[in-house]
């Protein structure tokens, strides 16, 4: 995988090897964040589910109602927002999907705190670096 000029990308690049599917990272991340932050971020990260297989009938209807093809993985709302697209721990069995990187540009344009992180400790080492930054007491 080619990564995008000026994302910062969380995780060892050079990793190669097996490694969980992103699917698994992704669960993963979101379980431990619920245990960590039950009453803070665990309430309020998600993931938009916006892959799979639709219909174009179905897909023009989703897009109306708001969908935006290449959102990221992990989105949590704060100030400003954490916005991370998590890929599996060894990159080169992963790609960035149709819009991603467009996506990452927009919002790191708009200000969000936007990373690419190999696998769920990637991603929670970024997290812990974005409550550094922005919410160190």
């Known amino acids: 995988m080619k990564f995008p000029t000026g994302i910062d990308v969380y995780g060892d690049k050079s990793f190669r090897g097996k490694c969980a599917t992103e699917s698994l990272e992704q669960v993963t991340f979101f379980a431990r964040m619920r245990r960590d932050y039950p009453n803070s971020w665990g309430k309020i ?11 174009a009938m179905k897909v023009k ?4 109602e708001g969908m935006v093809t290449g959102t990221p993985d992990i989105i949590i709302p704060g100030s400003p927002t ?12 992963s790609s960035l999907q149709d819009g ?3 996506y990452l540009y ?13 696998g769920h400790k990637a991603a929670r080492e970024a997290f812990g670096r974005y409550l550094e930054i922005h919410y160190a007491a």
Do not use: S
Not at 106 to 118: H, K, Y
């Open 82 to 93: 954490f916005v991370c697209e998590l890929k599996r721990r060894d990159h080169t069995k």
């Open 106 to 118: 927009a919002a790191q344009e708009a200000g969000g705190f936007v990373c690419i992180a190999l």
């Open 45 to 55: 990260a998600f993931h938009p589910r916006n892959e799979g297989f639709r219909t």
């Open 100 to 102: 991603q990187k467009d």
């Open 61 to 64: 209807i989703e897009k109306a």
